[in-house]
């Protein structure tokens, strides 16, 4: 699998911005899809926003504040969260999918980053 590092969570009021990145390491001959998901505490993680097939893709309650864009050059995916509700307070973890290097299936995970919206 590739490696993957996420960055920039922290604390921020609502109505505050953040960017994430996420960095990629490894190589691989095919990217599928390449992505953002989350997890608040006792429940289960959900997509927050995705990139596949040319197409990107919003959870509803993230449409219209956060923006998922990607650096192919870097191997780097970003998710720039404008309008943040304490309802985002997570742990945001990246994802990219596809076939690594060797042409085996990868579904990699980076460790997660905190964000914690609160005034």
């Known amino acids: 699998q590739v490696q993957l590092v996420e960055s920039g969570g922290g604390l921020v009021q609502p109505g505050g911005s953040l960017r994430l990145s996420c960095a990629a390491s490894?190589?691989?001959?095919?990217?599928?899809?390449m992505g953002w998901y989350r997890q608040a505490p006792g429940k289960q993680r959900e997509l927050v926003a995705t990139?596949?097939?040319?197409?990107?893709n919003y959870a509803d309650s993230v449409k219209g504040r956060f923006t998922i864009s990607r650096d192919i050059a870097k191997i780097t995916v970003y998710l720039q969260m404008n309008s943040l509700k304490p309802g985002d307070t997570a742990v945001y973890y990246c994802?990219?999918?596809?076939?690594?290097?060797?042409?085996?299936?990868?579904?990699?995970w980076g460790q997660g980053t905190q964000v914690t919206v609160s005034s």
């Open positions: 490894g190589g691989f001959s095919k990217l599928n899809a």
């Open positions: 994802n990219a999918e596809g076939s690594n290097v060797y042409h085996a299936p990868f579904n990699s």
């Open positions: 990139i596949s097939g040319g197409s990107i």
